[in-house]
């Protein structure tokens, strides 16, 4: 059996992943949640790829991580409810459909079914980056703007959020993510949220070999050391888009 190399070009320009994309984004904008359409998967596609390449993961695996980042979210379609799961299974549906290797289809189909919280265990390295990229998407940019509910804590911790971003340090073999949030909310408000999501990157980061560090306005939230050491360096290596 001939299989063709997909990548997310090819993913891109297909009809049924648009539709599944666009349903998604305005089902969740519908029920009032933050932003998961192309702003957001992009985001993730971005980043999957990006700590894949930082880690020296070949070619075809760090394509693998882009189109899994691209089309995550897509079992919301469904329903918000076990969308990682029913994500998986429409992923592979399509994906082979498109002429992908089923063996390529069912590695993005685990990763896209294991990458909520509540269910989810990292078992690929496309998987636990899938995972660090996701949780790491809290920004401003997320809150739907005519929506705004200052009373709404998702909607005050997001857009207290300046910027996020995510570093590979090799040298010490740690994956950071870097929040800075304005005093309209706190650290405390984002935990929580996202305490379990973060819970969810260290193992991911784990599983990678690597040890994931939170880190909020300059203050190292999940491990024990001075936030004097781990200032901001010049050549710190952000993996984030631009
Ligand atoms: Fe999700
Ligand atoms: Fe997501």
């Not at 993730?44 to 899994?68: C, H, M, P, Q, Y």
């Not at 809290?138 to 996020?164: C, Q, T």
């Not at 304005?182 to 690597?210: D, H, W």
Request: aromatic share 8%; with cysteine.
């Amino acid at each position: 059996m001939i299989y063709k190399r997909i990548t997310l070009a090819d993913v891109k320009k297909n009809d049924e992943f648009n539709a599944l994309i666009n349903r998604q984004q305005s089902y969740l904008e519908e029920l009032g949640y933050t932003e998961h359409g192309a702003r957001h998967v992009g985001y993730v596609s971005t980043v999957t790829a990006n700590i894949l390449r930082e880690l020296g993961f070949d070619k075809r695996t760090i394509e693998l991580g882009e189109i899994t980042g691209w089309i995550h979210d897509i079992g919301n379609t469904f329903n918000r409810k076990f969308h990682g799961l029913t994500g998986g299974v429409l992923s592979y549906n399509v994906l082979v459909r498109m002429g992908m290797d089923p063996n390529e289809a069912s590695c993005i189909a685990n990763a896209v079914g294991n990458h909520e919280e509540e269910v989810g265990v990292a078992s690929t390295p496309i998987s636990a980056a899938l995972q660090i990229a996701d949780k790491s998407d809290a920004h401003r940019s997320r809150v739907n703007k005519k929506g705004y509910d200052e009373h709404d804590i998702h909607d005050r911790v997001n857009m207290s959020i300046k910027k996020n971003y995510v570093v590979v340090d090799k040298a010490k073999h740690i994956i950071r993510l870097v929040l800075l949030m304005k005093a309209t909310s706190a650290p405390m408000e984002y935990l929580q949220i996202y305490l379990p999501r973060m819970v969810m990157c260290e193992k991911a980061a784990n599983f990678l070999g690597y040890t994931f560090e939170l880190v909020i306005n300059g203050v190292l939230i999940n491990h024990h050391r001075r936030a004097s050491e781990i200032r901001f360096r010049e050549n710190e290596k952000d993996v984030s888009p631009e």
